[in-house]
């Protein structure tokens, strides 16, 4: 290993000042303002654990935190779910130029116009939206489905399913076609193949997957609250409703705090199942 | 063998399902952008650009449409060039603490958006930097680094090894192996990422509404717009939003596919 020199620095050092100053940095005071007090609706530095104190006492904020872990959950367990006959379509059902376009195709939204779906779906399942048209033709309904839980999922598989098919597809495909065959020689059924044979040895991208879902779900604002009508509210909508009233910063910054340890925690526990399981099988 | 052929075709009409529940919106919004009423009803009342003419004269959609592009293309250029440098890091050098810079490097998507937006505001208010065009700059660049450096990772992970210290050892230094034999090959992934960022930062709303204030950008704007009423008027925002990302995020994907001339171009330039 040579010394470093301006060659190496000129290509390394500005990631590292641009995240430190920008990223690291913010998330440090993040940390630090959780101690910060308000008064007179003015920030002052300080070192008060009052604001922990408050929001961990007040029992609503409790339910609201176990609600978000809830409803995250159950989301990417239904996007798992949803998505797996798609990733496997694609995976073993389709010739590769077919894939390329599925690839193709669920790249685009992932990275697009999340924002004007949600409201698009609004105008689709509102009271007199087009669904409830098309049910009223048929002479039923309207369904209650807007400012629903219904609402808040719909929001959510949005947000969720082109990511969580691509994740699936790609460890669905790297699974050994001559475990399948020779699953299917030694006399195994199609859903004991999928079951025993190739959901185990994709486990690893299929928890990841579930893992993404859930990240994404459980700090998002947009589905909840213009699906979801804001109610029950989740954290993130906690943590709008703490800045806009009084300008609490430091509360909602305790909120911020305790989404960001929930999902590393819920990121490295995944992580662990994701390579041990796979560990234990090979 | 017939029963294989039905769960073939089901498996495959599931995955249109999927693909339509994706896309639906996307057509419903763009299709009732041009309907000349203010409820969505179907069949459509007719055809019109009134909702688009609205919204190019009121003041604030024309001034965020350029907010969008200007803060779209300050961040594609800036974190294309830090992901590039980072991704460069990666590639070529091992040093002590590698694991906190790749951290650094890749981490940012996975927080979300609200908290990354939320984190910004109160750090840069501290040090007088937010409610401008910059402070969204700043902010989406956070954010946009992973992207940008992992096509580019992924590009060099393609190189062959040997031929940057082949260029050495013809005599080249650092700086010209970089720019005769990296910088040609990996060329296609930093115009892909240029887009994919460009596209990143245009479409991304959450940051943009804690760090800008009354700096709006685009989204913000059909942020705001999807607080009130129901109006026809995100639509057409919506439409002129997901039109120019789309097109941003399938040119990087074309980009991307068209990997052969990449390799044409080192062939060519190591002559």
Request: aromatic share 14%; charged share 10%; proline share 5%.
């Amino acid at each position: 290993m040579r010394k470093v020199d301006g060659y190496a620095l000129f290509w390394g050092a500005p990631l590292a000042l641009w995240q430190l100053l920008f990223f690291l940095a913010p998330l440090v005071f993040l940390v630090v303002i959780t101690f910060w007090t308000v008064k007179n609706f003015r920030l002052e530095a300080d070192f008060d654990t009052i604001n922990w104190v408050k929001m961990f006492s007040k029992s609503y904020v409790i339910d609201i935190y176990f609600r978000t872990l809830y409803y995250g959950a159950i989301a990417a367990i239904i996007c798992s779910i949803l998505s797996f006959p798609a990733a496997y379509a694609l995976a073993f059902k389709a010739s590769p130029s077919i894939q390329r376009i599925g690839i193709f195709m669920l790249i685009t939204p992932f990275f697009t116009s999340y924002l004007v779906r949600v409201y698009s779906w609004q105008t689709v399942i509102s009271d007199n939206g087009l669904l409830n048209g098309v049910f009223g033709f048929f002479s039923f309904g309207p369904i209650d489905m807007l400012n629903t839980m219904f609402g808040t999922m719909i929001g959510y598989m949005t947000l969720t399913l082109p990511l969580v098919i691509l994740l699936q597809f790609f460890s669905l495909s790297n699974v050994d076609k001559n475990l399948i065959q020779a699953a299917h020689n030694l006399g195994c059924g199609r859903l004991r193949t999928v079951f025993l044979v190739i959901i185990p040895s994709a486990k690893t991208g299929i928890i990841i997957a579930c893992t993404f879902a859930f990240i994404l779900c459980f700090g998002d604002l947009v589905s909840p609250t213009s699906l979801g009508g804001s109610n029950p509210p989740t954290l993130s909508i906690l943590i709008v409703d703490t800045v806009k009233q009084g300008n609490n910063w430091p509360r909602a910054a305790v909120v911020a705090v305790v989404m960001v340890l929930t999902l590393i925690a819920v990121a490295f526990t995944a992580l662990y199942f994701a390579y041990s399981l796979k560990k234990s099988k090979a | 063998m017939s029963i294989d052929r039905i769960i073939g075709y089901a498996l495959r009409s599931w995955f249109i399902l999927a693909l339509v529940f994706i896309f639906v919106p996307i057509v419903i919004s763009f299709i009732f952008s041009f309907s000349p009423n203010r409820y969505p009803t179907l069949p459509l009342g007719g055809f019109s650009t009134g909702w688009y003419e609205l919204i190019m004269n009121e003041a604030p959609v024309p001034r965020a449409f350029g907010n969008s592009i200007k803060a779209g293309v300050m961040v594609a250029l800036i974190s294309t060039f830090i992901g590039f440098a980072a991704a460069y890091t990666d590639y070529r050098y091992r040093f002590f603490g590698k694991n906190f810079y790749l951290a650094l490097a890749l981490l940012p998507p996975t927080i979300p958006v609200l908290i990354l937006g939320l984190v910004m505001l109160m750090y840069l208010s501290r040090i007088s930097l937010v409610g401008e065009l910059y402070s969204v700059v700043l902010a989406h660049v956070v954010y946009c680094i992973p992207f940008a450096m992992a096509l580019i990772r992924l590009r060099l992970a393609q190189m062959n090894p040997d031929l940057e210290s082949a260029a050495w050892n013809l005599g080249a230094n650092s700086w010209r192996a970089m720019r005769e034999v990296i910088l040609p090959f990996t060329l296609p992934s930093i115009f892909a990422a240029l887009a994919l960022t460009m596209a990143v930062s245009f479409d991304e709303y959450m940051i943009a509404f804690f760090t800008g204030g009354v700096t709006e950008t685009l989204p913000v704007r059909v942020l705001a717009l999807l607080q009130g009423q129901v109006s026809p008027r995100i639509n057409a925002i919506g439409s002129i939003v997901f039109t120019i990302s789309m097109s941003l995020v399938i040119l990087a994907q074309i980009l991307l596919l068209s990997r052969r001339s990449g390799e044409r171009n080192v062939a060519a330039g190591g002559k």
